[in-house]
């Protein structure tokens, strides 16, 4: 009784403790046994002391816990037991009636001349619960992801197959317009009635109408295909003015270090819109590309100076089979653009000048700052 | 102060070492029913302020996990025992039988992991403590994740002059080797004073 | 007097146990590695030999193998740091004649040295 007094008041603190606590001589009876763990164990303070806790808890009772235990008697250090290696050490019951999960650790306590340990159980049900709804969601996801990779798979190899018939197609088509196309020209040496030369001109445009549509579907056929990429607006722009023959025309640029996620053929949009001024400006002195933030995103505007777009044309330059030409490359610009959410639009004063505006949306550019 | 110590002495913590990580391997064994291959673990003195440039990769730069004790007594220092966070998650799980794709050190395999520190560490300095005869005081033990210099060279202001006895071991569980390092941080003097118990136990 | 080979290729581990064996009135023979052990077991014939399991090259389970079939007739204690059950189940199926356990004190190396004379007779 006058131990368990001593004991009592020597441990009162441990009582307000929201852990599970108890202190076990070397013989691995009980000297202390907190208010919580009397309440989780349903065994009262007063039963509990003295308690062999080998006896009353047989997951304890093995060579593993007990010898690592006895080192600590020993003079060894603290020693720490998880819930992954022993989830329920001292059983313990929730409220519902689940067993609560326990982390456990035992520390060296001089108490009464030997060494004891005081051990201390701490409830991480709820930690536990979440960790594993997470590895739940987890592994889940891993599956979900190991589906789609397949399912990307196979349409890659459906697409890489129908990309090779293309372009079969494609070389079988171009072969027999060379043979039309020497036709025609040697036609043109023997024939020279009006009226021929008419069939033949027609013939003639067919035939590079439909070269310039299989060399449409070749490019449309790798747009989206490789994956969009950050590329630096000024550098792309001035890159494909590079590559044409911009005689004497002036090329201003006022674009801040901007970059924009968008198709490896972004050159190509510059390209198409470079050249549609060489080709149908007519008059062409300047041609002008900037860039500022705006409500949408980012705003690109190229413009030139030329003879621009008539106001009942404008939606319809992005439609393949309009305006003077074949149109293919407006739509192909749309197309290129769009793999990425970014959208083009023609806004010129009919007369004055081709002003083309690019709006990028707000996840799809970003401001470089160089250190 | 002794700059570096004689092979037989170098002989002896390996050998006190070994001792302490086959008993770990055992209570893992007894715990988890996974047999683990020892391998004879490689042991090297070097100066704290050294360590970076030793022949641990493990320690130079990567990212680790890491448990580590305090001790104080004849000879006082840091114990800990050190993997690669990477591996770590790998270790846990092979010791639990879970099958994972993507190992990962959630918050319940670091305490995992604590557990399996604390079993090395605790039959490391078990075995040299009982060999030499000598009675230490621990800390609390803690987990740590990061660079090694970082975690260790908290609050210790003489950290530069400080020897590590590094030992190098392997964990063979079905066919997966991990390594780990088990280093004891000396505190300034302790060395010596580790070495003369060692030379007093090969003569008891 | 017993004689007794002791294989381990650590000295600090040699010199205790020779202490201990010693204290029981042994001749001991010691031998760093496994290799110059059993050369010294088969010339020399000792009554016991005890040997470490984890060593360089080769290790106490062709130690074991080796005085198996050379039909040595030479009782083997492990003195091991091993002290998984798996590892201790092994050696008993190689022939060993006792497990004991690093770090051995001077009971448990008598009982293991006066069973393994006993099990000769």
């Known amino acids: 009784m006058e131990e368990s007094n001593q004991a009592g008041s020597a441990f009162r603190l441990y009582d307000s403790i929201p852990h599970g606590l108890f202190v076990l001589r070397p013989d691995f009876t009980v000297v202390f046994w907190n208010a919580c763990i009397a309440g989780w164990t349903g065994i009262p303070a007063d039963k509990a002391r003295g308690m062999n806790i080998l006896k009353e808890y047989p997951s304890l009772n093995t060579p593993s816990v007990i010898s690592r235990i006895t080192q600590l008697f020993e003079g060894g250090p603290a020693v720490l037991f998880s819930q992954m290696f022993h989830r329920h050490l001292i059983p313990c019951r929730l409220p519902n009636g689940a067993l609560r999960v326990l982390k456990i650790s035992c520390i060296p306590l001089d108490y009464a001349g030997e060494i004891c340990a005081l051990v201390v159980a701490e409830d991480i049900t709820d930690l536990t619960s979440q960790v594993e709804a997470y590895r739940g969601m987890k592994n889940l996801t891993e599956r979900q992801l190991d589906e789609l990779k397949k399912v990307q798979e196979s349409l890659f190899v459906a697409n890489r197959k129908l990309n090779f018939l293309n372009s079969l197609i494609r070389h079988d088509i171009l072969n027999q317009l060379t043979p039309l196309n020497i036709s025609i020209d040697l036609a043109r040496l023997d024939y020279h009635d009006p009226a021929l030369i008419r069939v033949f001109d027609t013939v003639t445009r067919s035939s590079r109408n439909i070269q310039r549509q299989i060399e449409f579907t070749q490019v449309y056929q790798i747009t989206g295909t490789r994956p969009a990429i950050w590329q630096n607006v000024a550098g792309t722009f001035l890159t494909a003015a590079d590559s044409l023959n911009l005689r004497d025309i002036r090329l201003k640029t006022d674009l801040p270090d901007v970059e924009v996620f968008a198709d490896p053929l972004l050159e190509r949009v510059f390209l198409i819109l470079l050249d549609n001024s060489l080709r149908h400006g007519e008059k062409i002195s300047t041609i002008r590309c900037s860039g500022t933030r705006c409500n949408d995103g980012f705003l690109l505007v190229y413009r030139d100076d030329g003879v621009g777009v008539p106001a009942d044309a404008k939606e319809k330059i992005f439609r393949r089979e309009f305006f003077k030409y074949t149109g293919f490359g407006l739509f192909l610009a749309q197309e290129i653009l769009g793999i990425t959410n970014i959208t083009i639009r023609e806004n010129g004063i009919p007369g004055k000048g081709a002003q083309f505006e690019i709006i990028v949306p707000p996840d799809m550019y970003r401001l470089v700052t160089r250190e | ?204 | 007097m017993v004689t007794v080979l002791i294989i381990d290729d650590s000295s600090f581990q040699r010199k205790i146990l020779t202490v201990l064996l010693k204290e029981l009135g042994c001749e001991v023979i010691p031998a760093d590695n496994a290799e110059e052990g059993v050369t010294i077991a088969a010339g020399k014939k000792p009554d016991i030999l005890i040997t470490d399991l984890l060593m360089p090259e080769k290790d106490g389970f062709w130690v074991l193998e080796q005085i198996g079939s050379r039909k040595l007739q030479i009782p083997v204690i492990i003195l091991t740091s091993d002290i998984q059950t798996t590892t201790k189940e092994r050696c008993f199926r190689m022939g060993a004649g006792a497990f004991l356990n690093k770090p051995v004190n001077k009971e448990e190396i008598h009982t293991a040295i006066r069973n393994a004379l006993a099990g000769r007779k």
């Open chain 2, 1 to 204: 102060m002794t700059k570096e110590i004689d092979v037989e002495t170098l002989d002896a913590i390996r050998e006190l070492v070994n001792i302490g990580v086959g008993k770990a391997a055992g209570q893992l064994n007894q715990m988890t029913g996974s047999h683990i291959r020892l391998q004879i673990p490689l042991v090297s003195l070097v100066r704290f302020s050294e360590i970076a440039k030793s022949e641990s990769q493990l320690l130079s730069d990567k990212e680790l996990s890491a448990v580590l004790l305090e001790f104080r007594g004849t000879f006082s220092g840091i114990t800990a025992v050190v993997f690669p966070s990477a591996s770590a998650a790998s270790l846990v799980m092979l010791l639990t039988g879970e099958k994972e794709k993507s190992p990962e050190l959630d918050a319940m395999r670091v305490e995992a992991l604590k557990e399996v520190g604390n079993i090395i560490i605790n039959s490391v300095m078990g075995s040299i403590a009982n060999v030499l005869g000598e009675r230490l005081t621990y800390s609390v033990p803690v987990y740590n994740e990061g660079r090694f210099l970082t975690m260790t060279k908290l609050q210790r202001q003489d950290a530069e002059n400080e020897w590590v006895l590094l030992a190098r071991t392997n964990f063979l569980i079905e066919l997966l080797s991990i390594e780990g390092d088990i280093l004891l941080i000396l505190e300034v003097g302790s060395l010596d004073r580790l070495v003369e118990s060692i030379r007093r136990a090969s003569h008891a």
